[in-house]
């Protein structure tokens, strides 16, 4: 199984290539896809948040129980005094630090369901539900939000599966071999089934997919494919395009 550095590592190279793709495409701020590279790191984390002792679960309930104080204590913020809402702060992060996250480490297992090609598009699919109803985020910046963290869970997913292959040993493939590029357990059919219907139910809420699909037309195609490599000159006008004189004149 890869470690913690190099699923940041494989998530970061692949989403910042996809997020530079999605540049080129020219549909959306620059300040967006940034935003969208940092989700597809994120999902290239979030696999392994099934294991109690990991990094990525410490990190996101840690930011997840301070993010659940203050917005209890926004919420209340006009009603009650400093001193009462502090409480209410403490409150929400203790029960969300601790409560929550023992509840969580209690009912799942590492390499589980939430290990999973289903998981990850789960986890896409609520991520392109809460941009487009919960941050009334455009239907193309939704389904892009939810692409990328789709697509970083799904290099940590192959990552583990790369190095279940022993290229050195007597045994080509380790017993972790398919345990983590998967699409459910058999020794868990209830929770299977339950994880495939939670996924039909978020695409149910999730905006028409037509923005991506025009984004990705035939016409954007044959235009990404004409950049693809450069033309006859490398670098066309790179020196006049970055000395000051031309800078001046952009």
Not at 62 to 68: D, N
Not at 114 to 130: D, M
């Amino acid at each position: 199984m890869a470690d913690f550095k190099t699923h940041l590592i494989g998530a970061a190279a692949v989403s910042g290539l996809a997020a530079t793709v999605v540049v080129m495409a020219g549909q959306v701020p620059h300040q967006a896809v940034m935003g969208y590279f940092v989700l597809g790191v994120i999902g290239g984390l979030l696999p392994d948040i099934d294991s109690p002792t990991s990094i990525p679960i410490r990190i996101a309930f840690a930011a997840l129980s301070v993010i659940a104080g203050f917005l209890v204590a926004f919420n209340f913020g006009k009603h009650y005094s400093l001193l009462e809402l502090v409480l209410l702060w403490a409150g929400g992060f203790l029960l969300i630090r601790y409560g929550l996250l023992n509840l969580f480490t209690r009912f799942t297992t590492h390499r589980g369901l939430i290990h999973s090609i289903p998981a990850g598009i789960g986890f896409g699919l609520a991520t392109t539900v809460l941009a487009f109803h919960g941050f009334r985020s455009s239907a193309l910046d939704a389904w892009l939000c939810g692409l990328f963290v789709a697509l970083g869970f799904i290099v940590h997913l192959l990552l583990d599966e790369w190095y279940s292959v022993n290229l050195f040993g007597k045994k080509l493939l380790k017993k972790s071999f398919g345990t983590a590029f998967c699409l459910g357990s058999l020794k868990q059919p209830l929770g299977t089934v339950a994880l495939y219907l939670t996924v039909i139910g978020l695409l149910l809420c999730c905006p028409s997919p037509q923005p991506v699909v025009i984004m990705a037309d035939r016409t954007q195609s044959a235009v990404m494919s004409q950049r693809l490599l450069p033309g006859a000159t490398w670098f066309q006008d790179f020196l006049r395009r970055v000395t000051p004189e031309g800078l001046s004149r952009r």
